[in-house]
């Protein structure tokens, strides 16, 4: 037998996962995402990748502003009578009446090994904190920040050169096929939950601007962490005569360089960096330009030797 399911979910993140439960036969009775919002210089409304797939695979679309004292919405959800509702990156904290509904719970597919890298952030946070490995869990929701019971987890390698716009497709493909296997475990009662350790808990805080500020007291390998983690925001940057300077590419380099100085050759630009340590850039975008490989912006801004970034 089939279960029946709510389906919550917002970015492009949740859109496997969706796609998956449909093609392995569950009944996908609703799916709750974020109201159309406003973006670009049109400020034209934009549907939420989740809208857009539900919208091909035709199944019934609700897009409340609010839902913890929505009346309509909790009669719609109640009316439903669903085995589970699945939360992937919805956006919104599940109140308990939500919680309450469904017999096997809500689901929540995270991008991290839990009880590491709880919050809105955790593939950015594992690349910039330099994680070799990191994974997806499935788990049960309870009304704290990602503290539900463990269900099921599946690791994956984080390559040396992936940055989370990378690391985040494989991340979902992996996470949509243990979400199947999760409910139909469920479903076996095959699955024994299990509490998370607190002791063990990190934090992957939703991402601030300042975030990307380089900080060239940290090591080469650090910043070039944070680099790859923070793409596409809020990137790396820095100042560089009086302008905002973004480090889009870069990697740790060989030999010392005075802290947040350049040390520029004939197609290379170093910046010094803490614990003796330096960095190559390899493609820079300086405010209000285009994103330009290290030769061109030599050849175009003409930096020196010895020139302080930030």
């Not at 991290?112 to 709880?118: A, H, M, V």
């Not at 060239?216 to 790396?236: H, L, M, T």
Request: charged share 20%.
């Amino acid at each position: 037998m089939s279960l029946d399911l709510i389906f919550c979910g917002t970015p492009r993140f949740a859109v496997p996962t969706l796609e998956r439960l449909v093609d392995a036969g569950f009944h996908i009775h609703l799916v709750v995402t974020q109201p159309d919002r406003p973006k670009g210089r049109g400020l034209e409304l934009v549907q939420s990748p989740v809208k857009e797939s539900a919208l091909k695979l035709n199944l019934p679309i609700t897009q409340p502003d609010r839902i913890k004292t929505n009346d309509e919405f909790r009669t719609q959800l109640t009316a439903l009578k669903p085995d589970a509702i699945i939360v992937v990156g919805y956006g919104r904290i599940i109140p308990q009446w939500m919680l309450d509904l469904p017999p096997l719970g809500n689901i929540n597919l995270h991008a991290s090994l839990l009880p590491k890298y709880r919050g809105a952030a955790p593939i950015q946070w594992a690349i910039a904190n330099g994680e070799t490995v990191t994974g997806v869990t499935t788990m049960r929701i309870d009304a704290g920040l990602d503290t539900g019971d463990i269900l099921q987890q599946r690791e994956l390698v984080i390559a040396s050169d992936d940055t989370s716009e990378t690391l985040a497709p494989r991340l979902a493909l992996i996470g949509a096929d243990l979400m199947v296997e999760t409910l139909h475990g469920l479903q076996a009662s095959s699955i024994h939950p299990r509490p998370q350790d607190n002791s063990q808990a990190t934090l992957a805080p939703i991402l601030k601007k300042e975030d990307g500020l380089v900080d060239f007291s940290r090591s080469a390998a650090e910043i070039f962490n944070r680099i790859r983690g923070f793409q596409p925001w809020p990137g790396a940057y820095t100042n560089f005569r009086g302008k905002t300077l973004q480090l889009t590419k870069a990697r740790p380099a060989t030999g010392a360089v005075p802290q947040a100085e350049l040390q520029v050759t004939a197609d290379r630009v170093l910046a010094g960096c803490g614990h003796n340590t330096s960095l190559e850039l390899l493609e820079l975008q300086l405010e209000g330009k285009k994103r330009t490989p290290a030769r061109d912006f030599i050849h175009g801004y003409r930096p020196q030797s010895g020139e302080k970034l930030g």
